[in-house]
T-cell receptor
Framework: DVKVTQSSRYLVKRTGEKVFLECVQD?????MFWYRQDPGLGLRLIYF???????EKGDIPEGYSVSREKKERFSLILESASTNQTSMYLC????????????FGPGTRLTVL | QKEVEQNSGPLSVPEGAIASLNCTYS??????FFWYRQYSGKSPELIMS????GDKEDGRFTAQLNKASQYVSLLIRDSQPSDSATYLC??????????FGPGTRLSVLP
């Protein structure tokens, strides 16, 4: 079974703090993704990576950065958290090539006060 | 802008009935299609994938794809209260990125 894990299920931070969300997958997937999910807005892609040290902006990259130093790990960084970044953050991974389904981690519910 | 549209619901069906969930997409080059189920407070889990026109059955679930009409649907037979969830349609064109629909909330009434 594919396993995607995220470092925290719930996180509470203060405005202006630097926040790290970590994601690890154990199935040697090339592609990794970060989404945020908000009521009424669905899943929105923040960043994705198709290889180590490679990253591509998704639909809403502003205020976020990412890091992928190892194939199995993809980190999302909020340089200076703001209240409008309060959301559910979901990491996913998939194999590259063809039509490959994405597998999701359990999600991190981040609250920025 | 590539779009995937779904009726947000809620769609309410009685226990034992067939639930029909629909999805349309705007990008004609889309090649693969997925249905995810998401329970409240949980992450999406894949339940079906379909790549060719026609029907694909897996247990109580049937996915239907019509590329000419840019339409994909999910039928759930013998609906159970445990099927109550939000169902997300996802469309993939290049093997990497997905476009997700907003989801349809299904409620199966005992």
């Amino acid at each position: 079974d594919v396993k995607v894990t995220q470092s925290s299920r719930y996180l509470v931070k203060r405005t202006g703090e630097k926040v790290f969300l970590e994601c690890v997958q154990d199935m040697d997937h090339e592609n990794m993704f970060w989404y945020r999910q908000d009521p009424g807005l669905g899943l929105r892609l923040i960043y994705f990576s198709y290889d180590v040290k490679m990253k591509e902006k998704g639909d809403i990259p502003e205020g976020y950065s990412v890091s992928r130093e190892k194939k199995e790990r993809f980190s999302l960084i909020l340089e200076s958290a703001s209240t409008n970044q309060t959301s559910m953050y979901l990491c996913a991974s998939s194999l590259v090539g063809g039509a490959r389904e994405q597998f999701f981690g359990p999600g991190t519910r981040l609250t920025v006060l | 802008q590539k779009e995937v549209e779904q009726n947000s619901g809620p769609l309410s069906v009685p226990e034992g009935a067939i639930a029909s969930l629909n999805c349309t997409y705007s990008d004609r080059v889309s090649q693969s299609f997925f249905w995810y189920r998401q329970y409240s407070g949980k992450s999406p889990e894949l339940i079906m994938s379909i790549y060719s026109n026609g029907d694909k059955e897996d247990g109580r679930f049937t996915a239907q794809l019509n590329k000419a009409s840019q339409y994909v649907s999910l039928l759930i037979r013998d609906s159970q209260p445990s099927d109550s969830a939000t169902y997300l349609c996802a469309v993939n064109e290049n093997g990497q990125n997905f476009v997700f629909g907003p989801g349809t909330r299904l409620s199966v009434l005992p």
